[in-house]
């Protein structure tokens, strides 16, 4: 069953408003309530529907909802899509249709810039095609060498397969860091990745492009989640990024690579503390999300003033970090998992700085379930909005509605994170909840001992978002204001 609010989530306010007008121009009958079904879903009310027609009537409304749902978008998206892939795609059908009714020689004329393109990406996949096609059709024509044509399908099939064993290497680690447990992890994702290019026999220097040095960052950030020490991280591959820039690798086709490189190069510079390397990464990624006429900056504009903030915030200028993040905010209309990722750094920002209010203000605009949350954002990512949520109603007075949100928290976290001993968030929980309606314990020698047994502090490998809730908590302890006390801690590791 597709979930209509999967599809939803992909368009923008704009383009909610065209599918209305698209579903009224198709509707020829007035009682149909399709459009009323589609509001339904964005107000999260469906189920209202449900009620009032039956199972068997809604079922049947939702059904055809979703099959124009996913033609509408689709066709949106195609229209919206420029890349070289997507062109030659439609070379490919168009010399397809020509072949049909028999106008080869312009059919084959498509074929060979088809080609051209495919090669200039490295798609081997799409060039499998266009030779099949050549192939198929060769009789009809004296200008191509079938022998040649041949040798290009069979070289071809080995490059196709190369890079499909990369793909199964890639998907074959991720699997492994997402689905292992803390201590489960390989010690080096280095070798790990030489034994599996010697394991299906790979050429590492044949696939050294801004693809796969984007996929190694990944697994390599990946890594340093599941880990939770991105301070001994190894980035092995950091020194051929120098090598590719300025080649004919460097190109039109690598720009979307090289803006998702440099974003997870700055975060895991961020994660390592070190905010002026970070600084430059996300500078080159700003460069290269202005290429190709900004094409990919809306798309990559949250993520980069996100990262931004979270930078500035943490070299001591919060009014810079919350001014940005408060004016991208009310200028742009970003999706829900962009305005939830900036709604949450901007409340950790604003909290710190002790702006309560605005950051009760903002705590409440985000009301999906968690699991939604969960399953959109990331365990991480949960984890830091209740985490804030009950420091919040803890500095506000609401002892009782921070211990509801507390122990509401504990029971709905995933089997994955509870079987998690070494989470650093359990230690955390259990110190807020010894301190809850009694706050004045937290000031007391017996106190000070109980924190020092409790967390297992890692010192300068300590993670940047687990400084900021012990820096809360320090805070408490000395009786300081919770910003001026984190960064004191960040610049004592």
Known sequence: MIAINDVISLQTDAEKKLFIEDLDKRNKRTDTKNILLYRAYLKGEELKIKEQIGVNAFNALKKRLTDHLIEFTSERLLSKDHS????????????????????SKTAFTLLFKAEKFAIDIDHFSLLNEIYHLMIEHSHLTDKIEQAELFSKLEKNNKQFLAEEKMSILYASMKKQFISARHGDLPKSLKSLYEHGLKQFDIDHSYFMNFKSLNQLCSLTDLFGSQTKNYHQLDLFFEDSIKELKGTKKDNAQSVYYQIELYYGLANIYFRKKNLEQSL????????????????????WQARFC????????????????????SSVLNQKD???????????????????????ELVKTLINTMNRTDQWY??????????????IEI????????????????????????????????????PFIKLVKSILFNNSVVRTEEFLEKVERTIPWKGKNE??????????????????????TTLEIMKSL
């Open 280 to 299: 430059s990464y996300l500078m080159q990624m700003e460069q290269q999300m202005l290429r190709l006429d900004q094409k990919y900056f809306s798309h």
């Open 306 to 325: 996100n990262l931004r903030a979270l930078n500035l915030n943490f070299e001591g200028q919060s009014e810079a970090a919350e001014n940005l993040l």
């Open 463 to 484: 993670d940047i978002f687990n400084i900021c809730f012990y820096g809360w908590l320090k805070a408490k302890m000395i009786n300081r204001p919770v910003y001026p």
């Open 84 to 103: 070289t892939e997507n062109e030659i795609t439609k070379l490919i059908v168009l010399s397809r249709k020509l072949f049909y009714r028999s106008y």
């Open 391 to 426: 420091l919040l109603h803890i500095d506000l007075g609401n002892d009782q509605l921070a211990e509801s949100r507390l122990l509401s928290f504990q029971r709905k976290l995933p089997k994955a994170i509870k079987a998690d001993k070494g989470n650093p968030l359990w």
């Open 374 to 387: 969960l399953s959109k954002m990331g365990n991480e990512w949960l984890f830091n909005l209740k985490a």
């Open 334 to 356: 970003f999706n829900e998992k962009e305005e939830a990722l900036l709604k949450l750094t901007l409340a950790m920002v604003c909290f710190q700085k002790g702006e309560l």
